[in-house]
């Protein structure tokens, strides 16, 4: 697995947030059995800049906490069984699939762990979980959907030892 991160803002994480990100992609396809080595990119950004690309891919005028942008489809929701057909979403150079990106506003997660009364490792960690979820076919546009996603989100955090202390 290939973690690429361009961390552009990253003030208030005192913690190292490369190995949580780290820890959290690997649990994330672990749990889901990802059946190829794969590339993830994460990018840890101002409000300003989510706040940009919410508008622009999303059409909504306001910063929000992270944005994911899978780069495959999937037949359902953590079903990987086209994927070794599908040439274009292997990296030549690598041989890992490129799973999508990861939009993390930092300021967000420490403004949102405090909110909920838990670690500011706790919000990221869950954040990028979410993420992962999402860039593994999950989506929460219906209850069931939604369901599932928080069930598999507090299995991974859980599975590392990452509580809401």
């Known amino acids: 697995m290939t973690l690429l991160i361009d961390d552009l803002v990253k003030e208030g994480l005192d913690f190292d947030y490369k190995k949580v990100a780290e820890d959290v992609v690997n649990e994330s396809l672990d749990m889901l059995h990802f059946p190829l080595p794969v590339q993830v990119s994460l990018s840890l950004v101002s409000e300003e800049e989510i706040h940009v690309e919410n508008q622009q891919f999303r059409g909504v005028d306001r910063p929000t906490d992270v944005l994911s942008f899978p780069m495959l489809e999937y037949p359902a929701p953590g079903d990987f069984s086209l994927i070794k057909d599908d040439e274009d979403s292997i ?75």
């Open 91 to 165: 990296d030549p150079d690598t041989g890992e699939v490129v799973l999508g990106d990861i939009v993390l506003c930092t300021s967000k997660v420490i403004a949102q762990a405090a909110e909920y009364g838990h670690s500011v490792k706790r919000e990221y960690a869950f954040l990028i979980a979410h993420s992962m979820l999402h860039l593994m076919g999950y989506d929460h546009v219906d209850d069931q959907e939604r369901k599932e996603m928080e069930k598999l989100q507090d299995q991974i955090l859980e599975h590392l030892g990452i509580g809401r202390d």
